[in-house]
């Protein structure tokens, strides 16, 4: 690709955007400038309030710029590095997914299991054929339903199992946060613990992931980028999604909390086949497992364990990175994407505004990831670009 189209990206992505990119030298729009563009141009548009880029490798950060204000409030302090975004549905691959596979890594579960092995109430309902496997692929068949006559998880669980899937277990792919509700729970059952304290004790600790959890503490709430409850009112640390806040905050779909430096740590241990700073948090199996393509519907949709590969889901991929990268959206207005054949992560945490232009958001997603496969991947010299506005200092890890 020419760099041409990134001179295009940074000046075209919002028709409205009053930073004139089309003044710079082009050799400065395809360095991290551009990304520069195009994040100022999406918080003045109001597509979003403001938010964070971080651009890594399994070495350091090579890229971290910080944008625009934690709200759409007057007077809302400025994004900083530290600031804490709802995480939304990346709490499936930040927590959730590996918890599953950190309990492989134990012996004691097993994506072939039986999902009625852990979950007798399906049963009772012959759904003998669904398996551990289709739910973290989203290929179970299950459809998402109204939680809020269920009254508890085990409510949630039996209602679940009453449903009929729309198809046979792994024949067709359809996102639904159901297949994480139950995980998240299966993490429960087979620990004995629940899943926000398992996914403390064996991944967030380990990690050194100090300002990520669950339902984050008094403390950490005036860190917080806001997002909008459904009749557009501010949240700070209460989590947007109206089922994890019905199922107490803390649900395998969604509900998890976080900084982007956080997450450039949780990105790292991955690029590195599941170690981070002499920790090994996951097995090179598990990790290898976790990341094997699974091709479904005649390969026109291609998921890993808990990932995203290449789906409608899968703009943060942008045009540069390979095939064997993965990576996952929320709704919040986050999105991760990782490469390890180019030893490359995109981490892009936003407080989002405007949820009506989706074409927008999208497109965003996929320039941020395009920029930076354009400016990063195979670089012999890997040192940092200047971030942008209010960035914090990078460090390695």
Request: glycine share 10%; with cysteine; proline share 5%.
């Amino acid at each position: 690709m020419s760099y041409l189209r990134y001179l295009i990206l940074a000046v075209l992505v919002f028709p409205a955007n009053p930073v004139n990119c089309a003044d710079r030298p082009l050799e400065d729009l395809v360095r991290a400038d551009s990304i520069e563009c195009v994040m100022d141009a999406a918080v003045a548009s109001g597509l979003i309030s403001g938010g964070t880029v971080l651009i890594g490798n399994g070495d350091a950060d090579l890229f971290v710029g910080t944008y625009g204000a934690v709200s759409s409030a007057p007077q809302a302090p400025p994004v900083r590095s530290d600031t804490i975004f709802d995480l939304a549905s990346l709490t499936k691959v930040i927590a959730t997914t590996p918890a599953i596979m950190k309990l492989i890594d134990e012996g004691r579960l097993h994506l072939l299991d039986p999902v009625t092995k852990w979950f007798p109430e399906f049963a009772a309902k012959g759904r003998d054929d669904m398996l551990v496997l289709h739910l973290v692929t989203h290929t179970s068949g299950l459809g998402d339903f109204s939680v809020s006559s269920c009254g508890t998880m085990q409510g949630v669980v039996e209602t679940a199992a009453t449903h009929e899937p729309a198809w046979p277990p792994g024949t067709r792919f359809k996102y639904a946060d159901i297949n994480f509700i139950l995980l998240g729970e299966l993490v429960r059952r087979v620990s004995g613990v629940e899943l926000s304290r398992y996914v403390g004790d064996t991944i967030l600790l380990p990690l050194g992931m100090t300002d990520t959890s669950f339902n984050p503490a008094s403390g950490l709430r005036n860190r917080c980028a806001a997002t909008l409850d459904a009749s557009n009112g501010l949240l700070f640390g209460t989590a947007q999604d109206h089922v994890a806040r019905f199922l107490g905050g803390a649900a395998g779909h969604a509900g998890l909390f976080g900084t982007a430096v956080d997450l450039a740590r949780f990105c790292r241990m991955l690029l590195r086949g599941g170690e981070l700073a002499g920790k090994r948090v996951l097995s090179e199996e598990a990790f290898r497992q976790m990341t094997t393509p699974f091709s479904i519907q005649d390969g026109k949709v291609v998921r890993a364990v808990g990932w995203d590969m290449r789906s409608p889901f899968s703009a943060p991929r942008g045009t540069g990175f390979s095939g064997a990268s993965f990576g996952h959206t929320g709704y919040s207005g986050c999105s991760v994407w990782i490469d390890p054949e180019s030893d490359l992560f995109v981490i892009l945490l936003t407080s989002r505004r405007d949820y009506r232009r989706n074409g927008d958001f999208r497109r965003l997603r996929s320039d941020i990831s395009t920029l930076a496969a354009a400016i990063f991947s195979g670089r012999e010299n890997r040192s940092p670009f200047r971030a942008g506005k209010g960035s914090a200092a990078r460090q390695k890890t």
